[in-house]
């Protein structure tokens, strides 16, 4: 079983930048995909960015269009750790923000298909 504890959420001002964390426990870190998603209310939970192991040929990442260019997600297997920086941030990033992790890279960019979710972090941006 793998536990996802959160942190770094909160509150901003449009403009501003948060830094997500997400420390797994339960598994070997380094070979998980891990994601990140948000659901605002009344809307589905929807990914943001995810991130594969960390392979001798490099990783791979993926971005929703949304936050392309704003948003960066980071993987530190020392610390196993996974970070969302996001930049630039808007008040439609309102929601909470869930991370993600999954035994394949492909799952863990689907919600049907995550295998372990954290509690969710609040991040609300005020314009």
């Known amino acids: 079983q793998v536990q996802l504890v959160e942190s770094g959420g909160g509150s901003v001002q449009a403009g501003g930048s948060l830094r997500l964390s997400c420390a797994p426990s339960g598994r070997t870190f380094s070979s998980l995909s891990m994601g990140w998603f948000r659901q605002a209310p009344g809307k589905e939970r929807d990914i943001v960015a995810g991130?594969?192991?960390?392979?001798?040929?490099?990783?791979?990442?993926y971005y929703a269009d949304s936050v392309k260019g704003r948003f960066t997600i980071s993987r530190d297997n020392a610390k196993n750790t996974v970070y969302l920086q996001m930049n630039n941030l808007k008040p439609e990033d309102t929601a909470v923000y869930y991370c993600?992790?999954?035994?394949?890279?492909?799952?863990?960019?689907?919600?049907?298909?995550?295998?372990?979710w954290g509690q969710g972090t609040q991040v609300t941006v005020s314009s």
């Open positions: 993600a992790a999954a035994t394949r890279f492909i799952r863990v960019l689907v919600v049907a298909n995550v295998e372990y």
């Open positions: 991130i594969s192991p960390i392979s001798s040929s490099g990783g791979s990442t």
